[in-house]
């Protein structure tokens, strides 16, 4: 019971100090659904039609605590 305790509020913890620092860099964006089947073409068209630069913001979140490292 004290891992998981401790596990969540590391994991609070990291939640808020990344809220804070994505606000610091955030960028006027429009963000579309492309997943499944809609990821290669819409790729493709982004980089097709890209002037100077792209931004790509991918992030996994995970928290186990009963998985060994």
């Given at each position: 019971?004290?891992?998981?305790?401790?596990?969540?509020?590391?994991?609070?913890?990291?939640?808020?100090?990344?809220?804070?620092?994505?606000?610091?860099?955030?960028?006027?964006?429009?963000?579309?659904?492309?997943?499944?089947?809609?990821?290669?073409?819409?790729a493709?068209?982004?980089?097709?039609?890209?002037?100077?630069?792209?931004?790509?913001?991918?992030?996994?979140?995970?928290?186990?605590?009963?998985?060994?490292?």
């Amino acid at each position: 019971m004290i891992k998981i305790k401790r596990y969540l509020a590391i994991f609070m913890i990291a939640f808020v100090v990344l809220g804070i620092t994505t606000r610091a860099f955030c960028y006027k964006a429009e963000v579309t659904d492309i997943s499944g089947t809609k990821y290669f073409p819409a790729a493709k068209e982004m980089l097709s039609k890209a002037e100077e630069s792209i931004y790509l913001v991918m992030s996994i979140i995970e928290l186990s605590p009963y998985k060994e490292s």
